[in-house]
């Protein structure tokens, strides 16, 4: 049963382009939503969040529009570099009794010079 | 300066043997998981610690134990290695008061044959 689910394993964008990361959840409980950013040989490193009373976030190139009603956000990167490769796992977290982290499958994007 | 070590960062091991992966975070946190990664699957969690000398099973702990001799130290075992195991493992801490964010380690890919 997977709770946080990406919709794609794999995303091809040309530079320049919006590259845009769906991701929905199953638990109603879930408030706060990371999105973990990993280089190929690295571990993953937090790159933005949101929590469930927003319905964006912005940082830079990158904003997160969330639903909490459908239960779905997505992340998306802006004029898309080709440093921007990399996985993209969506993850989730019930803040109302201590919980782990729920990490989606991952999404492999590439961004063609 | 990397705060979530981890060694061996690669190994070979054969079917049957017994494999222990370590990892030292120097962040002063509480919270350390052990994670499993694999194509398709994402990040799943195989044990966790709150504190020193105590851990918790995550949602695939079978063929695994882990050890938390101290705050700083982390270890997963495989008592019998198997093929199924083959993967690459991420170690990672975080505090008690923001246990949502997630400080990684690079990673130990571990081969079973």
């Known amino acids: 049963q997977q709770q946080v689910r990406q919709s794609s394993q794999s995303l091809t964008v040309w530079e320049g382009e919006t590259a845009i990361l769906n991701c929905s959840y199953e638990?109603?409980?879930?408030?706060?939503f990371p999105w973990y950013q990993q280089f190929p040989g690295e571990g993953p490193a937090l790159l933005i969040a949101?929590?469930?009373?927003?319905d964006k976030k912005e940082d830079g190139r990158f904003t997160i529009f969330f639903n909490k009603r459908e239960k779905n956000l997505s992340l998306h990167i802006k004029d898309s570099q080709p440093g921007d490769s990399a996985t993209y796992f969506c993850a989730a977290y019930a803040s109302s009794s201590f919980s782990k982290l729920v990490f989606g499958q991952g999404t492999s994007l590439s961004v063609v010079p | 300066e990397a705060a979530v070590t981890q060694s061996p960062r690669s190994k070979v091991a054969v079917t049957g043997g017994k494999v222990t992966l370590s990892c030292h975070q120097t962040?002063?946190?509480?919270?350390m998981y052990w994670y499993r990664q694999d194509t398709g699957h994402g990040l799943r969690l195989i044990h966790y610690?709150?504190?020193?000398?105590?851990?918790e099973k995550g949602d695939i702990p079978d063929g695994y134990k882990a050890s938390r001799p101290s705050q700083e130290n982390f270890s997963l075992i495989l008592e019998l290695a198997s093929l199924s195991q083959t993967a690459v493992y991420f170690c990672?801490?975080?505090?008690?008061?923001?246990?949502?964010?997630?400080?990684f380690g690079e990673g130990s890919r571990l081969i079973v044959v």
């Open positions: 610690s709150y504190v020193a000398d105590s851990t």
């Open positions: 949101i929590r469930s009373v927003s």
């Open positions: 638990n109603s409980a879930f408030d706060y």
């Open positions: 990672a801490s975080s505090d008690q008061y923001s246990g949502n964010t997630l400080y």
């Open positions: 962040n002063n946190h509480d919270y």
